[in-house]
């Protein structure tokens, strides 16, 4: 009887480490090079190194994107428990950790499964059926891609089994790893456990149930509240637009039905769920699921809804798949039983949906499942003898069984699985070994794996211009593309990647570099390569691959003072080149902040040449290691250029036709060509720009000289709009730019008003600034440094402005400005001045509040008081009300002095100390008097009063270090948290110890 029982659990087993193994090629790890790579992997060990740096599980900061809220990647990890893990386990590498949460969350979500629809159908065949289409359902592509879509499945299945067994006190517990996995997938979790509750209660819900939940979801909330609330805002502050959807769109049906069909971005399940889901709309018992779950898969109405009205997308519907296979278990149960018969019409409407995928590859499989699933619908309408009905209905099982792996096979064959030498390159450890020790005014990018790396941060000191969030500032963003001109390299124009762009480097001081031999910027000399650890220079080998670290000192600072400006109504009179120019050699100001009265700017020609524009004088003469004379020269240094090249032929797979708006392209296929020009650019920058208009449905993509820039398809899930292409070529070698090597992807494309430009080098040196000195940084500071001003002037930042950060200027909270359009800064006075730049997650402190609370209210929801101790808590209600009343006063008057003390800029643990003897003072009064009323002899019961509580303030001074300097919390919520503990216990000491009333002896 125990192997019948474990028999079916030992077969998924078995598939499940089948189905895992034929997934992945020899050499590879279980994970793709899309987004799992470069934003999972690599953003977990960002986070990691930031939690263990910062001493905190939520890191406010990252220094991703010119510095970043950490809030900015809760959808990609924030609170996530595999990160959570890694901290417990630094030396062990992420890649192995994320790998393993996840398969660990897959094969429990199968065997959760199979027990949850054993509890429904009583049936081990119908069970491991229904498990069978949730282990083979193509959502869980995305284990080794889009992870969020699926590492929350083991919970939802937990907390619906809570709400079967009616566990409820375990079902916030389940609500809230749902959030920390993956807080985006919330509502579609909340939407799928309250329609399975309302169905297991019915009726009886609305009157107790209904409450019930409600009060379960909200305290889940309030249990991630130190995750979600930091996140809304973050959202709200950098909120993008959504997509633009019409009526038609929201309301109409998605006819392909590929939210419930096979694809990997939906429920992904096969033609089997699609019938049984179709069967039960003739069952009146099945009706309504059946209805409900067609309605959710077929209206776009409700993917639009649970995106939260973002987009219709169908990825937000994979939690209802054990719904889905829920149902398919009881449907195939009450077949198995003879309560329902096989039909053959919902193989005619499946087939009809089937035809929307007939350009897909794996199309002919799609068409087999079709094709057995009417097979097996026939032979249950043929009549058999009672002796052949066994052997029938294994057969049948046994069939339905085969397509759904195949097709989950068919679908992990088109991942891109990531080599293991990919994932721990030595490449990598070039900027850890040599960046250790790094300054934290400069940045360092790497521009050899701009996706993979982007994320990566290896060491507290590593500062990064790129990131690639779901969430970007609006101002840096704009900055990167708009006035840099930075080139647009994927779909995605969210993504702030790293470029090989002159103006950028210099501007956000990436210092250091991670790139090949032969593509080393202007500029940059090479310090060190990956197959040596002598110091070399570059051999000018433009085909040289091997990867180099090189060093620019001349580029910016991420701090510095200065006092030439020009202000915003001046700058925006420019063209884009000149803007270009303008912001390179100045600082651009609000206006109204001008250092000195400046001459009137002339407008700009429509061809883009400059006239004088006001400016004022130097102020340090110092840049770097390099001094820069006092110049007033305000004429734009960027210059028109009209290239002469070699003859040129083209190949035949690209045809060019000259066209009244300029080059019409018809490309068969990726093709790459090179462009000589008869006389090469030294010290130069050249610029180019052009625009593009698509004529077809596929991506245009050029890349120039190891420079890409994209146009995504019009279908694309996040069209990037980049209408124009702009690419910025510079070189160290000794013959500069002589050479264009261009590749060209397929498709048609229109190519006009194309523009050049060059800028000498020099004039990236041409900002006159201060360098300011570094100072070691305190909790919750970015920055610290100190600052020398000959004249009044500007301490000018490139990390962007963001809310919750905050300048302090010689130990004043200054207004910050807005400088350079999107970048923080502040006005200085003539003098030395000690400069800290803090910042704090807007949210933080007041989620965590409301996590403690919501835990706490857990704890008496969870628990259950007894009832003998509520009764006893019942006699003694008033002498606890007053306790409550003068423990509120003398709380009150503990967090004033601390309050008080902490704005002195006292050490925390002193204001403490001095925060409890006052309070002692109050407390000892109001207790004697009002609460228990005590006749005992006044100084020695203050004197065992002031020592017991002398022992609270030790054991929350310890608490209080603890959760300052271990766990990174500041000072005042770190108090709140402890003064929950010494609360309870003071009262226990008071009632007990000390006011105890002496008994009455007799005789």
């Known amino acids: 009887m125990t192997h019948k029982k474990y028999f079916y659990p030992a077969l998924l087993a078995g598939l499940f480490i089948i189905l895992v193994l034929l997934t992945i090629p020899g050499g590879y790890f279980y994970g793709s090079y899309t987004d799992w790579l470069s934003q999972h992997v690599r953003l977990a060990e960002t986070i990691r190194n930031a939690c263990l740096e910062q001493k905190t599980l939520v890191p406010a900061f990252l220094p991703l994107g010119g510095g970043s809220n950490g809030y900015q990647f809760s959808y990609y990890g924030y609170l996530r428990p595999d990160i959570l893990i890694g901290c417990l386990f630094p030396a062990v590498p992420m890649v192995y950790l994320l790998i393993g949460y996840m398969l660990a969350g897959y094969f429990c979500s199968v065997m959760l499964c199979y027990y949850w629809l054993g509890e429904h159908t009583q049936d081990k065949v119908s069970a491991f059926l229904g498990s069978l289409f949730f282990l083979t359902a193509a959502c869980f592509f995305q284990t080794h891609r889009q992870i969020m879509f699926v590492n929350y499945m083991p919970f939802l299945l937990l907390a619906l089994i809570c709400v079967k067994k009616k566990r409820f006190q375990f079902l916030p517990l389940c609500m809230l790893m749902i959030y920390l996995n ?24 609305w009157k107790h149930g209904f409450l019930q939940y409600l009060k379960t979801a909200f305290l ?31 309301l109409g049906a998605n006819a392909d039905m590929h939210s419930l069909l096979y694809s990997p971005y939906g429920m992904g399940l096969t033609a089997i769920c699609l019938y ?6 003739c069952h009146k018992k099945y009706r309504m699921d059946s209805a409900m779950l067609l309605f959710v898969s077929f209206c776009g109405a409700a993917a639009w809804i649970l995106n939260g009205t973002l987009y219709a997308r169908a990825k937000i519907l994979i939690p209802f798949v054990p719904l889905v296979v829920l149902q398919c278990a009881k449907l ?55 002796s052949l009905l066994q052997a029938r209905y294994t057969v049948s099982r046994i069939l339905l069984c085969i397509m759904p792996c195949i097709l989950f096979y068919q679908t992990m064959q088109r991942e891109q699985f990531v080599r293991k030498e990919d994932v721990f390159t030595k490449d990598l450890a070039l900027d850890s070994n040599l960046l250790k020790n790094g300054s934290p005014l400069y940045r360092c990018d790497n521009l050899t794996n701009i996706l993979n790396t982007g994320n990566l941060v290896l060491d507290g000191n590593e500062q990064k211009s790129a990131m690639y969030s779901s969430i970007s500032n609006e101002g840096y963003s704009s900055f990167y593309y708009d006035t840099l001109l930075s080139p647009v390299q994927i ?3 969210l993504a702030i990647l790293p470029s090989s762009n002159p103006f950028l480097l210099n501007f956000l001081g990436v210092r250091y570099i991670e790139t090949t031999q032969g593509n080393v910027p202007a500029g940059y000399q090479t310090v060190k390569t990956a197959d040596t650890e002598d110091e070399s220079t570059n051999d000018g080998r433009n085909n040289d691959t091997r990867h180099v670290l090189a060093e620019n000192r001349s580029v910016l600072p991420v701090a510095y003072t200065t006092s030439s400006c020009m202000s915003e109504s001046q700058f925006e009179k420019l063209g884009a080149y000149d803007r270009l120019d303008a912001i390179t050699r100045f600082t651009i100001i609000p206006e109204g902040d001008t250092v000195s009265d400046p001459d009137a700017v002339n407008d700009k020609s429509e061809a883009g040449n400059s006239t004088s524009d006001p400016l004022a004088a130097s102020v340090g003469n110092t840049r770097g290691e390099h001094s820069v004379n006092n110049s007033t020269d305000t004429e734009s240094k960027m210059k028109d250029y009209a290239p002469a090249f070699e003859d040129l032929q083209l190949p035949d797979t ?11 392209l018809n490309v068969k296929k990726d093709t790459n060509i090179t462009l000589n020009l008869n006389q090469s650019l030294k010290d130069q920058i050249l610029l180019l720009d052009f625009e593009v208009e698509n004529l077809e449905k596929h991506a245009v993509v050029i890349d120039i000289n190891q420079m890409r820039n994209k146009l995504s398809g019009p279908s694309a899930p996040y069209p990037n709009g980049n209408n124009t292409f702009h690419y910025q070529f510079s070189s160290s070698s000794q013959n500069g730019i002589d050479t264009l090597n261009i590749t060209f992807s397929k498709g048609k494309y229109l190519l006009k008003n194309i523009n050049w430009h060059t800028y000498d080098m020099q004039n990236l040196f041409e900002k006159q600034y201060t360098a300011v000195e570094n100072q070691t940084t305190e909790t919750g500071e970015i920055l610290s440094c100190q600052a020398t001003l000959d004249e009044d002037g500007y301490f000018v930042t490139s990390i962007p402005v963001q809310n919750g950060m905050e300048i302090w200027v010689d130990g004043k909270n200054v207004p910050i400005l807005t ?47 007894p009832v003998l101790f509520l009764l006893r808590m019942l006699k003694l209600k008033k002498e606890l009300v007053l306790y409550c009343l003068s423990g509120g ?26 925060a409890w003897a006052g309070a002692v003072v109050t407390a000892y009064l109001l207790n004697r008097r009002l609460v228990f009323h005590s006749r005992k002899h006044i100084l020695q019961e203050f004197c065992s009063f002031v020592f017991l509580r002398f022992l609270t303030l030790l054991a929350e001074n310890i608490l209080l270090w603890i959760a300052v300097d271990s766990l990174g919390i500041l000072p005042l919520p770190s108090k709140i948290m402890v003064s929950v503990i010494t609360v309870l216990s003071n009262y226990v000491l008071c009632k007990y110890k000390i006011f105890h009333k002496e008994e009455v002896k007799h005789g």
């Open 182 to 205: 993956s807080f985006y997938y919330s509502i579609a979790c909340l939407a799928v456990i309250g329609w399975y509750w309302l169905r297991q209660e019915g009726k009886g819900f």
């Open 220 to 250: 889940s909330i309030g249990m991630a509240a130190l995750l979600l609330v930091p996140t809304a805002l973050v959202i709200l502050e950098h909120r993008r637009s959504s997509d633009k959807l019409n009526l038609l769109e929201i």
């Open 276 to 281: 049984l889901l179709l069967l039960g709309l």
């Open 332 to 386: 195939l149960n009450e077949l198995r039983q003879k309560n329902l018969d096989w039909k053959l019409w919902p193989c005619f409407i499946a087939a009809v949906f089937l035809y929307f995928f007939r350009t897909k590859s794996t199309f002919p499989w799609m068409a087999a499942d079709l094709g057995i699933l009417i097979f097996i619908v026939l032979i249950h309408k043929v009549r058999c003898k009672e």
């Open 491 to 493: 779909n995605n124009r």
């Open 654 to 664: 690209v045809q060019a036709e000259r066209t009244d708006e300029g080059w019409l």
């Open 819 to 865: 400088l350079n359009q999107a970048f923080a800064g502040v006005q200085l006075t003539k003098g030395v001045h000690d400069i800290r730049i803090r910042f704090h997650a807007p949210g933080q402190m007041v989620g965590f509040i409301i996590t403690i609370i919501s835990f706490l209210m857990y704890l008496l929801y969870a628990l259950r008081v």
């Open 889 to 914: 006063a003398t709380t009150f008057v503990n967090y004033l002095i601390y309050f008080i003390l902490l704005k002195t800029h006292m050490e925390y643990l002193a204001a403490n100390t001095l």
